[in-house]
């Protein structure tokens, strides 16, 4: 049995979600790497996610699945934990 885990990479995609971005990343603390693909947010999101990682990047938005795969991209560990913060994509 082993005795150390794998690594994992986090990933969120996220647009305005200030509101919640906070919580969400502050959950996310376990994880070896943090990858946040915005889909260029006009309210605080990037700014507050960079206070998490600087692995923050902008991605227009062309469907859920494209974004995921751009943060998966993003991502170095074989293992990836992938979330969306609830959010208003109207």
Not at 14 to 20: R, T
Not at 31 to 51: F, G, L, P, Q
Request: glycine letters at 4%; aromatic letters at 8%.
């Amino acid at each position: 049995m082993r005795s150390t885990r794998e690594k994992v990479s986090a990933v969120i995609i996220s647009n305005n979600d200030e509101p919640n971005i906070r919580a969400c990343l502050e959950t996310l603390t376990w994880a070896e790497e943090i990858v946040v693909v915005d889909s260029c947010s006009t309210d605080a999101t990037e700014k507050i996610s960079r206070e998490f990682t600087d692995k923050v990047y902008q991605h227009e938005f062309k469907g859920f699945g494209r974004l995921r795969n751009e943060a998966v991209a993003h991502t170095t560990h074989d293992w990836v934990f992938s979330l969306t913060p609830r959010s208003d994509w109207g």
